[in-house]
């Protein structure tokens, strides 16, 4: 059984940091990619960041670039969300996600549906 926990989130002040983990079992970790995504209420979930299997390839939304930092550590199957500088508009519920490897996922990464499991997500909430 695939099982993805979130965990790290809460509420910050605007300008504080957060850093989010997602521990993953069940599933071949070293070998899937990952990603980080966020829902805000009344929003689309949208891409936040990514990293390959390896962790040779990071991706990030632009709202994020800069401030953001998707790191992995596959010894003990958790990939993390560094978040600095936030804002009150990076308020959302952060999700992780896996991709088993999937083919053209460097290209595709963006997508929600691209990705084969869920976590069930952890409240950020940035004060202003």
């Given amino acids: 059984q695939v099982q993805l926990v979130e965990s790290g989130?809460?509420?910050?002040?605007?300008g504080g940091s957060l850093r989010l983990s997602c521990v993953a079992s069940g599933l071949p970790f070293s070998r899937d990619n990952m990603g980080w995504f966020r829902q805000a209420p009344g929003k689309e979930r949208e891409f936040v960041a990514a990293i390959s299997w390896n962790a040779d390839n990071t991706y990030y939304a632009d709202?994020?670039?800069?401030?953001?930092?998707?790191?992995?550590?596959?010894?003990?199957?958790?990939?993390?969300?560094?978040?600095?500088?936030?804002?009150?508009?990076?308020?959302?519920?952060?999700y992780c996600?896996?991709?088993?490897?999937?083919?053209?996922?460097?290209?595709?990464?963006?997508?929600?549906?691209?990705?084969?499991?869920?976590?069930?997500?952890?409240?950020?909430t940035v004060s202003s």
């Fill in 9 to 14: 989130g809460g509420l910050v002040q605007a």
């Fill in 63 to 94: 709202s994020v670039k800069g401030r953001f930092t998707i790191s992995r550590d596959n010894n003990q199957n958790t990939v993390f969300l560094r978040m600095n500088s936030l804002k009150p508009e990076d308020t959302a519920v952060y």
């Fill in 97 to 124: 996600a896996a991709d088993a490897n999937s083919r053209g996922w460097n290209l595709r990464f963006r997508r929600s549906d691209v990705y084969d499991d869920w976590g069930q997500g952890t409240q950020v």
